[in-house]
């Protein structure tokens, strides 16, 4: 089982190029979330998606974009990079509902820096 | 909103010792907290998930408590290890809405 997996691990962009995070997981998730973590700070909620073709922004969107279009797959779009998206962003999931128990997967993250 | 509190950033203790993390939020309608590992460079780890009607959960030597009243949980550690070294983190999910709100964690170094 794989769980949560992202792509690529790292990536070094310049200033006011764009790329796509990518999300997988196998374990028929509905609920879907991208967070970014700084030093010191914490994670913060970027955008979520509670099944395909339904997303909604979190605390921190933008300059981010996102679609839903399989149960799998949640990429994250980076438009026009700033030295401001130097993160870590992970991608977690988590089951439908009492049956899933709410308990968050996490993927291993994709250090992104921005020169 | 939420906020998630995590205190003392960072601890350092002797192997064998019993150790005890806090979290404290702000908001007690909640509807579940979740405590996570996470090693350096890595993703998070799930370690246990409390409901709120829950008081308390147990994996191995970990123990998480919950007290929603007061806006605390504790995550105890029994007989600390090396491999333990990690930062620790707590996640709060309220009763309405599907965000989580994370603590900053606590870094943990467990000493030969």
């Known amino acids: 089982n794989a769980g949560v997996t992202q792509t690529p691990k790292f990536r070094i962009l310049k200033i006011g190029q764009s790329m796509t995070l990518q999300c997988t997981q196998d374990?028929?998730?509905?609920?879907m979330y991208w967070y970014r973590q700084d030093p010191g700070m914490g994670l913060k909620l970027i955008y979520y998606?509670?099944?395909?073709?339904?997303?909604d922004k979190g605390e921190v969107p933008n300059g981010y974009n996102v679609s839903r279009s399989t149960t799998e797959d949640f990429p994250l779009r980076l438009e026009l990079a700033a030295p401001s998206q130097t993160s870590v962003y992970f991608c977690?999931?988590?089951?439908?509902?009492?049956?899933?128990?709410?308990?968050?997967?996490f993927g291993p993250g994709t250090r992104l820096t921005v020169l | 909103k939420q906020e998630v509190t995590q205190i003392p950033a960072a601890l350092s203790v002797p192997e064998g010792e019993n150790l005890v993390l806090n979290c404290s939020f702000t908001?007690?309608?909640?509807?579940?907290l979740q405590w996570f590992r996470q090693d350096p460079g890595k993703g998070l780890t799930s370690l246990l998930l409390?409901?709120?009607?829950?008081r308390e959960q147990t994996s191995g030597r970990l123990n998480a408590s919950l007290d929603k009243s007061s806006g605390r949980s504790t995550l105890y550690i029994a007989a600390s290890q090396p491999g333990d070294s990690a930062t620790y983190l707590c996640?709060?999910?309220?009763?309405?809405?599907?965000?989580?709100?994370f603590g900053t964690g606590t870094s943990l170094t467990v000493i030969p």
């Open positions: 977690a999931s988590r089951g439908p509902g009492l049956a899933g128990g709410f308990e968050q997967f």
């Open positions: 374990m028929n998730h509905n609920y």
């Open positions: 998606s509670v099944g395909a073709g339904i997303t």
């Open positions: 908001d007690s309608a909640i509807y579940n």
């Open positions: 409390i409901q709120s009607s829950q």
């Open positions: 996640a709060v999910k309220r009763n309405t809405g599907n965000q989580f709100y």
